[in-house]
């Protein structure tokens, strides 16, 4: 009598900690949602290659519009941002997001971070492109020099984690400075 009481027993815990576990892996999903509205109709639509313009508007709901376009070389507007800079964007600030969470979790304190991140994108002879690498550049200030080495050690920790650079499916390498900020 005791085993089946005890079979049953194993199995409630067993139920309760698959739900348990089903509702943190749930918890652990982010979605994501937006609006792309292609406004370069100029009365023709894609009639042919060069009778639309590639400008569109991007909407993240509560958020300012972005005015996008495709890169110049495919008939973009130069003043509006394109996908592949919004790509890179992409890369650069969720490393920087990641970099920062993980010195103020080891205690070294940031008082600034710049990165000229750059991108090579190439196109195949049949039309199609991927991008090659990317190569993030930052430099950052922090306040203790004697965490110089650890600072420049956490920018591959922060590839490990970014959510965008586990995405890739090309090398994101980095060439990080760290510097001192001066004490007054």
Known sequence: MLGFYAARYYLTVVTLLGA??????????????????WTG??????????????????????????????????????TRHNPEELFLASIA????????????????????????????????????????????HPVTTISDPAQEGQAISLHEAANKFCFIANSCNFPIRHKPLCRIAETS
């Open 20 to 37: 348990a576990l089903k509702q943190w892996i749930m918890d652990r999903h982010h979605s994501y949602h937006l609006t792309v509205i």
């Open 41 to 78: 109709n100029d009365g023709v639509g894609t009639r042919d290659y060069r009778s639309y313009q590639r400008n569109h508007t991007i909407r993240i709901g509560g958020k300012p519009e972005l005015l996008c376009s495709s890169d110049p070389h495919f008939r973009g507007d130069k």
């Open 93 to 136: 600030s969720c490393h920087m997001l990641w970099y920062l969470h993980l010195c103020a979790q080891t205690g070294i304190t940031v008082v600034d971070y710049k990165d000229e991140a750059t991108g090579i994108m190439v196109e195949d002879a049949d039309g199609k492109g991927h991008f090659k690498e990317v190569i993030l």
